[in-house]
């Protein structure tokens, strides 16, 4: 079966969508769960606005993927689930938003515990220590709202150029003229 990889960074993984679970499984969790608790916790970056997503599974393991370097995501906040396996090592790290970069000196490390997530904006630096052991699967789910992504792309930090694409795409969406009812025939 034809698959993509989940994301430029990681070799490793599933889209969702591919799996055909975006409409029964990701796109209730956004709208019944994260939105109004991102829009508690997040309203200054778009948490109440979120109408898009991107979300994968990634694994990391001996061989293959051990590590992920610093990066920023593709997304207005991003959930990042550890669903298992047994492993050791692989301790996430976090730094200031891209925008505003610092030396990433002195980084939040957070272990990664099966079954719990971490929130968190975007644009934060962050990225993944090197596995020790075992393996480590992970819900990535990047939450994206398109009434922000609109004015400023979150990549480039400019004035999107938007080009068609099937499905969610990247979160962003065309706003459409305004019509009136006429006749046609006058």
Request: aromatic letters at 8%; one cysteine or more; glycine letters at 12%.
């Amino acid at each position: 079966m034809p698959k993509g990889r989940p994301n430029t960074m990681n070799n490793y993984g599933v889209l969702l969508h591919e799996l055909g679970l975006d409409e029964p499984l990701v796109t209730p969790l956004r709208e019944r769960f994260l939105q109004p608790l991102m829009a508690l916790l997040y309203p200054d970056c778009g948490g109440g606005q979120l109408n898009s997503h991107r979300a994968f599974v990634v694994k990391y393991a001996p061989g293959q993927d051990r590590e992920l370097g610093c990066h920023y995501d593709n997304a207005e906040l991003t959930l990042n689930v550890a669903l298992g396996k047994a492993f050791t090592g692989g301790a996430l790290y976090f730094g200031d938003l891209f925008q505003a970069p610092a030396a990433l000196t002195e980084p939040l490390e957070v272990e990664h515990v099966v079954g719990q997530g971490v929130l968190h904006r975007g644009g934060q630096l962050h990225g993944a220590r090197p596995l020790g052991t075992g393996e480590r699967w992970n819900l990535v789910v990047w939450l994206r709202a398109s009434a922000v992504r609109n004015r400023l792309c979150p990549m480039c930090c400019r004035e999107p150029d938007l080009v068609d694409d099937e499905g969610f795409g990247d979160g962003f969406t065309r706003e459409e003229p305004a019509t009136v009812d006429v006749c046609a025939l006058t």
